[in-house]
């Protein structure tokens, strides 16, 4: 732990983030679904914690940027078309490395030292429901409900669990409360969003137990790529030093948490 936090100690010094000139448009996707605090959209405008703390990485190292929210699979698949140079935010698989640009311990680290953030999946029920999430996949209230096209989705198919993917969370959550059976997995910062619902309160557990953590990255796309790695790793370490920034980071999430 200690080398981790000094190998990015010292790239981050290394990084020349004063005297920038004015750098080329940075065109970002965005997933536009429910995903709060990190990433969602309100009024056609790209919205959360990752997408500010991007915009201030980005913005320190004197880049323009346009933020595009796109429904998820399209934010991929525009990505790997070229028609975007990056994608906020991302988890890694190896078949998205094929035409995302990633951190080289993406692949290797459970926590990346160039992430945005991590992210801890949990399950939630039904209020009233007995069940008690232990660790156990197997064990998952059917239907077990995901966001479409996301990475839990494609863990939790590995391990034989069948999986209803939801293109809108709060509409896939309601319905959970009306059948009264199954569960959502969601990140847990998206769940204590969802539990204060004024429609939903009282209404939700969380259980306890993650079922997964997951990095989150600033991806950047290999087709057309128009910024060069150098680059590219400066922005990295830039969003790094945001993230170790204590005070930055609690006022970040003290901004969301009021908006509830």
Known sequence: MVKRRLLLIILIILTPIIGYCR???????TDQGYWYPYTYSHAGQAKGIHIDL???ALSNLNYDMRFFPKPWKRCLH??????Y?????VSYKPERAEFLIYPDDAAILGKSLWRITQVEYVVITNSHEPYRFDGDLKSLPQPVRAPLGYSIVHDLKSAGIKVLEATDTMVCVT???KSKRGSFVTP????IGLQLEKRLRGKLRIHSTPIKSKSY?????IKNQKIDQGRITAIWNEIARLREDQSFMKALFNKYKGQK
């Open 23 to 29: 750098q080329d448009m940075i065109r970002i996707v």
């Open 54 to 56: 991007v915009q201030k």
């Open 78 to 83: 525009d990505t790997k078309n070229g028609k």
């Open 85 to 89: 140079d990056a994608i906020v935010s």
């Open 175 to 177: 319905q959970l409360v």
């Open 188 to 191: 847990m910062k998206n769940a």
């Open 217 to 221: 990255f600033m991806g950047f796309a």
